[in-house]
């Protein structure tokens, strides 16, 4: 079994009721069958409490006001109080460690989502590297590896190599980059979908013709990238304000208009930063993003999907921030993209709905 991890991976550490946005609040709480058996076993004090917070039926924590049940008004678990964190269920215990498995691989990875792990995520200014451990642990194959297709995953894990290199050549704008990356992913699907998987490896080691980036061209992308969020799940009540609001900032005026926003943003904040760090921010954004969704193309095939979500998602991140921007009479702290980013995450990772919906639509323009 090979293990792989970032290389701020084991420096993560949660700082509970300090969190300026609990885990514990804004989505269901899932809990795992072997914990809701261990839950339905217990006897003691505590026990009364514990199985009156959870919906049985559902297998999941009850909420009070989008709350759990077991989060008290200090932000702490009284689960964990109670009990001691042994006592968590897989999803609270795992959080926010994300794991991608596949047949002889694990990769780990921290949710964006957690303010912690964002703040890790996005003020490292070192390119991303990964640390890799092996062992001779030979799991027992499941059902979701029965048919598991190493050649095409190997194909995957090669490119992906070549596609960090290229989101991490800061030779390149990060917009230069992201284009680079989707006319790659275009020519990878093509072959995916004609069953010449074998000819990803010439197509990632061949420079492609990449089309330039023209101001009407990011306009329409926003414009269009807007309307996607319509179809979305909600999961913040405020999440409809911000949606709103980018509305009115950038997409109810003319292209000349949200050009020259787009500019004066980027001659106020993005120089006062530096284009170089701001970069990096989209950068670092798009390892994230590429890291953990792009090699489970092995299981759908939709390879294409997967960097027109990182590259969408990046690109709408910084649609926020400028519409943040100007709402707070063009004010912004990196600290506030951090918690943009983080939050947009919330709204789009933690539900299977949004990300199947956004993937399903990105499969539907390419075809």
Known sequence: MRYVKPHYYDNFKCIADKCPSTCCAGWQIMIDEGTLEKYSKEKDEFSHRLKNSIDWEEGAFFQNNGRCAMLNDNNLCDLVTAKGEEFLCKTCHLYPRHIEEFESVREFSLSLSCPVAANMILNEINKLTFLTQEDDLEEPLIDEFEDFDFFMHTQLEQAREVLFGIIQNRELSADERMAHIMTLAKEMQLCVDNGEIYKIEDIINTKPDVPPITPHHRYENATATYMLFIELEILDKKWPEIISELKHNLYDISFDNYSIIRDEFYQDFV??????????????????????????????????????????SVFFIEEIIISTWLSRHKQITFEDCIEISYRYAREVEHSDINLNTLEEIFMERFN
């Open 271 to 312: 120089c006062f930063l530096s284009i170089e760090r701001w970069d990096i921010f989209k950068e670092q954004l798009l390892m994230f993003f590429v890291y953990t969704y792009f090699c489970g193309a092995v299981y759908d095939d939709c390879v294409y999907s997967k960097l027109a979500l990182a590259t969408f």
